[in-house]
């Protein structure tokens, strides 16, 4: 590959004291000669008919002058955040908000759009069909009339045992040492010390001697006698019930496992709902294999014509043992830590969600972590030390997102929780800049076809660019999609700026760690698309003469449909 440039590309040396002319890029040197960059590449071959034009141009002269479209999808939390603290101090850790009771309404939703939430989840376990659709229509008005750009997630309940009713409209203690009956029979009102479970087979299996656990160490229960269907339990560890608290059995330190399917019926009608409401992503909870992953999404292919993402929720310990298979075949991956901690021991947890955002970036496919990250504040307006240390590491792993469960749904400081992961994030993304982390990270190859290893090396190698020459950010252009996700998955310095104009794919980006995604009508010509773009994004104030921009492309145009053209450049605004 050679990158060809004009001379004032050697002024954007100069600017950026931490380039190496000396410096190995994938292994290979890199040399500066005549304001010639150039990378020894493997040859192509001329039948393969892909071109790869890549070029580094500095000095952005005399700019054609074109009608500025001031509807520019632009997320007007990132727009204050780039006007507050320039492009190195935009966040690019995610934040996912669970909506609930606590946090439905229009302002309260506004609230949590300013306050930077990126992707709003609605937990299927709780509320109405009608309730989640007034939701997720009031963040569609926010989204037209306020500026804002927030994803809609629906995560589905799955396949579980858990409390239908358990004789009280909010959380009560088991005392130890009280006698509990846990049925799946139905009936009106409450009874005291009676647990109403959701499935009529709850209790196949079980026998005198089991342990029953609730909500993953909640409280915990012995099950004393078997009365046809029913159990009568014995609290052995006091704790709270909450509201649709999960049951759990284990023998002889093992999980009973109860064979159900991944999806419900009520799942798959949920499903149908999410399709009909067009939300953006669907989290597929208790998932034990690819399979169940796949035919979701080949039933959503022939379901909808939008391309709605599908995220594997990992929290059993069946779906660890297939976790490479479930990462390739999602679209992402969520580690909920709750009930995984169920069925893995409490050590092992730290380790697992480690090599979980490693593999995931890796494979690249954004990963969420979820589940008590700042728990305590559900009803504490501050976080404990401890849930800040959880948080900084989740940042230092470099997860694509952070995920706020109970805290926001049901807690009493929502605003606060999120203010907290907001600082948190920036500050440790700062931090692992300033120790030039990012240099330790190391990708291993995806592509099969030629045309993919070459996007993938343009991408790596443009990372490497970015970083060693200091530019200000990474303007890309895409179809949709791939090559800004490539981008993300190195991790760079400067954020990412993701032009397309599919918006299917504008509203998956927005899940991928350090990417801002914006919606714009591309053409073949490469020159009007960065010159339209720049003066867009000058227009709104966000970029200043003498600010450097390196840009990517994997536009293909119309008229060369046998040929992939890729390519690099690097501008600095005049």
């Known amino acids: 590959m050679a990158v060809s440039s004009d001379s004032m590309l050697q002024k954007v040396f100069a600017k950026s004291p931490t380039f190496d002319s000396n410096k190995k890029v994938l292994g290979k040197s890199v040399g500066i000669s005549g304001g010639v960059i150039s990378c020894n590449e493997r040859k192509l071959k001329s039948e393969d008919k892909i071109a790869v034009k890549a070029s580094a141009e500095a000095g952005l002269k005399g700019l054609k002058s074109y009608e500025v479209n001031l509807d520019l999808g632009f997320d007007v939390v990132a727009q204050r955040e780039l006007r507050e603290k320039g492009f190195l101090g935009i966040r690019k850790t995610k934040l996912v908000c669970t909506i609930g009771p606590a946090c ?21 376990c709780h509320n109405t069909r ?53 049925t799946a029979k139905k009936f009106e009102g409450s009874r005291p010390f009676t647990v109403q479970a959701n499935y009529e087979g709850f209790s196949e299996g079980i026998m005198v001697g089991d342990e029953l656990v609730i909500d993953g160490g909640m409280a915990k229960f012995e099950v004393v006698e078997r009365m046809g269907n029913d159990l009568r339990c014995k609290c052995t560890d006091p704790g709270l019930f909450l509201p649709r608290a999960k049951l ?25 709902f999410g399709v009909s409401e067009g939300v953006d992503f669907i989290a597929l909870s208790f998932v034990n294999d690819a399979n169940s992953v796949k035919n979701l999404k080949n039933y959503l292919s022939a379901k909808s014509s939008k391309s709605i993402r599908v995220l594997a929720k990992i929290e059993t310990l069946e779906s660890l043992q297939k976790l490479e ?35 995931c970036r890796q494979l690249n496919k954004p ?39 109970g805290e926001s749904a049901i807690g009493l400081h929502g605003q606060k929780a999120l203010s907290v992961l907001q600082m948190v994030s920036s500050r440790m993304e700062l931090w692992s800049h300033e120790e030039n982390r990012q240099s330790a990270l190391h990708n291993s190859q995806l592509g099969d076809t030629l045309s993919d290893c070459i996007a993938e090396e343009i991408c790596n190698c ?44 504008r509203m998956a980006l927005n899940l991928q760690w350090g990417v801002i995604p914006l919606l714009v009508d591309l053409s073949d010509d490469m020159d009007a698309n960065i010159s339209k773009t720049i003066d867009l994004i000058r227009t709104k104030g966000m970029i200043k003469e003498g600010d450097a ?11 060369a449909t046998s040929t992939t053209f890729q390519s690099i450049q690097v501008k600095t605004i005049v």
């Open 104 to 124: 439905c309404s229009l302002e309260d939703l506004e609230r949590l759009a300013m306050g930077g939430m990126n992707v709003a989840r609605l937990n299927m």
């Open 248 to 272: 759990s059995f284990w023998r002889d330190g093992k999980l009973s496992y109860h064979g159900l399917p991944t999806l419900s019926i009520k799942d798959w009608a949920d499903v149908d």
């Open 325 to 359: 298979e479930i990462v390739e075949a999602s679209d992402g991956i969520m580690v909920a830590r709750g009930d995984l901690g169920v069925e893995v021991p409490l050590e092992q947890i730290p380790t697992v969600q480690e090599d979980l955002t490693r593999l």
């Open 549 to 559: 921009v390196l840009l990517v492309s994997d536009l293909t145009p119309t008229h």
């Open 367 to 405: 990963v969420i972590i979820a589940s008590q990250l700042l728990e305590s504040m559900v009803e504490c307006p501050t976080p404990t030390r401890a849930e800040v240390a959880d948080v900084s590491e989740a940042v230092r792993q470099y997860a694509d997102a952070l995920m706020l469960s």
């Open 130 to 182: 009608e309730w989640h659709r007034d939701v997720i229509r009031k963040i569609k008005k926010l989204n037209e009339e306020k500026g804002f750009f927030v994803s809609v997630m629906i995560d589905t309940e799955g396949s579980l045992i858990h409390v239908v009713d358990h004789g009280a409209p909010s959380s009560i203690k088991a005392e130890e040492g009280s006698v509990w009956v846990f």
């Open 462 to 505: 443009a990372v490497q660019m970015a970083n060693n020459l200091g530019v200000d950010a990474i303007f890309v252009y895409t179809k949709h999609g791939e090559m800004a996700s490539l981008l993300s998955r190195n991790r760079p310095y400067p954020p990412i700026f993701a032009f397309t104009s599919d918006r299917n794919a």
